[in-house]
């Protein structure tokens, strides 16, 4: 059974006392918390002792928990900077990566310039071309490699002008439309081209293989002196391509010449430049002897 809700302490004299005095304490507390109030706010360095006491008293207290929050801080602070840390160094060490790859193709390119043009030992041609374009697009699926250059007949183009990048032979025109044309690929398998090794001079043919390579030939058959790294360029002859065009670099070898990677990728080309038709020097004739 529930107590009765009643606070009254009966006849007991001394509970009757006991309420009495403790709302006389209660009473007198108050009052003295009012006339501290009052004092304080009247004289802010009244009670000055006191609070230097009080908080002489609180000053290991008030340490340890400062200790506490400044250590708890460095620890998140540790960890916070030990991932935001990772994050950017393995950012910086993908960039470094990248850096270095980008510097060693780059490097490597320019070391494949100079070699080939110190093995071809060709001063640059100062022929004017016809016309500097945009290569608008090639084919790169089937056998049969033919590209699209965005200059035609309105710009003087004709069928058989070479057509080059800044790094080697691309192709030849063959159809000429007036704002367009087409250009026959050294990679079709229908071109062939007589070339040369750029060191000494032997001879051969390089015949597209449909697969964006070369097959170089020799044309005097017996022990292959072709070696990987060779230079190929053009001989000039048949009238189509100036001698001395870079055309490849020989990848791999086969029985009767090599396999060769043209200079020139069209799928990586932006600009070419159209050459005019080649016309080779006729021979000089030799004087006939004077008769005696």
Sequence with gaps: MAAPNNRR????????YGNFFGYLAA???LGLGALLLIVSVSN????SGIRGVASDAGKPAGATAAAGRTASQGLWATVAGYFTHGAKVARLEREVAEARVNLAEQAALKEENARLKAMVGLTEAETKPVAITRLVGSTSSSTRRF????????QGVRPGMAVRSPLGLVGRVIEVGSGSARVLLITDSESSIPVRRASDGIQAYANG???GTLQIRLAITGLNPLKPGDAIVTTGSGGIYRPGEAVAVVVSLTNDGAIARPLSDPALTEFVAVEPLFEAPEPVASPAPEGK
Excluded: C
């Design 209 to 211: 293989r449909g697969d």
């Design 27 to 29: 009473a007198a507390g």
């Design 44 to 47: 802010s360095g009244a009670f």
């Design 147 to 154: 590209a699209t250059i965005g200059v035609g007949s309105r």
């Design 9 to 16: 302490p009966g006849y007991s004299r001394r509970a009757q």
